[in-house]
């Protein structure tokens, strides 16, 4: 169990360091577009409006997935203050419908890469199915994280452990 916490841990830090990534790199293509429209100092650039959306996928899909591991994602709190094994229980029912949605994004997502397995995009001639594989990454991440915390609030219902957060 400790492998797997540590493993997820890593990888929650690995795409956390993607996302810097992703947003830092957003910045150029944006920039090239914002200064190309309104100066005539750098000549207006058709790939950095692709470029952009790409990354702007990615950036989503990669703050969606740590999100779901820090549990500030698709949960809301309505509830009074509740003592750990109440909040061990609730853990599970709520990461059931996250998994839900994971399977949705996994099947629906690998459905959605497979069309574009053999398309190129227009402007900056790049495979599709590289944007495409977003989804069911993160769906497959979902699983993962989601293992995680259910196996977190099981050990809590078995009285192990006093908390269910990660």
């Not at 293509?29 to 409006?49: C, G, H, K, N």
């Not at 692709?50 to 809301?76: C, N, P």
């Amino acid at each position: 169990m400790q492998a797997f916490k540590t493993f997820t841990a890593l990888y929650s830090r690995v795409l956390s360091w993607l996302l810097v990534l992703a947003v830092g790199i957003l910045i150029f293509p944006v920039s090239l577009q914002i200064f190309s429209r309104y100066t005539d100092l750098i000549p207006a650039y058709i790939w950095t409006e692709e470029m952009a959306r790409f990354l702007f996928v990615w950036m989503v899909m990669i703050g969606a997935m740590v999100g779901v591991r820090d549990s500030a994602h698709f949960e809301v709190d309505v509830w009074p203050k509740l003592g750990p094994r109440a909040a061990a229980l609730l853990k599970i029912v709520s990461s059931v419908f996250i998994l839900g949605f994971a399977l949705v994004f996994i099947w629906g997502g690998w459905l959605f890469t497979r069309f574009a397995f053999h398309r190129i995009s227009e402007l900056a001639d790049l495979p599709l199915w590289m944007i495409h594989i977003a989804w069911p990454l993160t769906g497959v991440t979902w699983l993962l994280f989601q293992a995680e915390q259910v196996l977190d609030a099981v050990s809590v219902l078995r009285g192990h452990e006093q908390s269910a957060a990660p």
